[in-house]
């Protein structure tokens, strides 16, 4: 019989997850120096992953049998894109240069050679860990994690459609996904706050960064006011309305490409997730030409930030952190897959002496994706956040066929 969580109605979790998010954002700008201290080694975003899966952990809240996350993905996710797109500068943000998309290919390219290399790695001392056969062979499950380390979660249920791993090693799979990916999340949260140091150290110049920050910050800054309520029922319009359009829009590509060019699907390109996303992002930079663009001085990024928040706490209740010692050599793998992925990231930085933003975000695109490389953008200033948006969109149309190229490597050199 399936476990019963102690909380079952939605609503009465959501006003949970909706407390975790208000005390977590109270203490983390408390002047107090407890709290000062506290959050200068944990970052505050990782406690919006973390706290919710405590609970789910300890059964109070089930994230499985929740629609919430459902709703936040579907209506949420595409809103914020749209909402985070509207005042980006594209000319601007070119001006960054290639760096970060160098760093972006960079990433995936360490993801690529990463499965295969943690495969070889730990099955020269333990190969039992990483074998197994038809569907429980590791690495199909594998897979599923290349899919949403590459690009998200229409890549997971590609790479998962397309290779078929056993539900129970599919489990093992996202859990190894989320706390590897969440545990390298905390590791660049940590250096965000040090980026000063870590340039010097690469020699790195980051000048082009801040001056999109202060291009970006003048004219918020010229367009700011106190909203009316005409203003922010606008930015939320414009928000549902893209979400509107990404799903009207993906319900008729999706089937219609899944039947008339079913060789798309290798590259999710049936996904209507994939679409969904796509089209909002796509509505919120056409919006970004007009006069809706000014949007922004009424507060468009900060509620499209807001709805991101509330998803990465519907994302962190799907966590189960007990997992890890139900399977800890799975989990040994994953580690060293993230660490060949940082090797790689490091190594390219350290070559072009990249920035420490682009390290951050270039990986985050990948790794993270929509949900949380804006975040992650913004821990270093509110006003880079659309680059993580258009980075994490890259790696949502990539994302599939650099995941089967990773299953196919991985395939090769499994025991």
Known sequence: ??????????????????????????????????????????????????????????????????????????????ASL????????????????????????????????????AILIVSFFAPDIVGGVGPEAVWRGMTTIAGSWIGGGANQAAMYEMFKPGNDLYSTSIAVDVIIANIWMAFLLYGAARSAKIDKLFKADASAIEHVKNRVEAYRASIAKIPTLTDTISVLAVGFVATAIGHAAANFIAPFLETNFPVLETYSLTSTFFWIVIIATIVGLVLSFTKARQLEGVGASRLGSVMIYILVATIGMKMNVMAIFDNPGY?????????????????????????????????????GGAASAPVVAATFHPSLAPVGVLLAVLGYTIGTVGAYLTGILMQFVAP
């Open 1 to 78: 019989m399936e476990h019963q969580p102690l909380i079952t109605n939605d609503a009465v979790v959501l006003g949970l997850l909706m407390a975790i998010l208000v005390i977590i954002f109270k203490t983390s700008h408390s002047k107090r120096p407890v709290f000062a201290k506290f959050y200068q080694y944990v970052p505050a975003l990782l406690l919006c992953y973390f706290v919710p899966s405590v609970f789910n952990s300890l059964g109070i809240v089930d994230g499985e049998q929740s629609n919430l996350y459902f709703v936040a993905s579907r209506y949420l996710l595409p």
């Open 82 to 117: 749209a909402l985070l797109t509207l005042s980006v500068d594209l000319q601007e943000i070119r001006k960054l240069g290639f760096k970060a998309v160098i760093m972006f290919f960079s990433g995936t390219v360490g993801i690529i050679l990463g499965g295969p290399a």
């Open 331 to 367: 989990f040994l793998v994953g580690a060293v897959w993230m660490l060949v992925h940082v090797t790689v990231l490091l190594t390219v930085a350290k070559l072009i002496k990249a920035p420490f933003f682009f390290v951050a975000v270039g990986s985050q695109a990948n790794v």
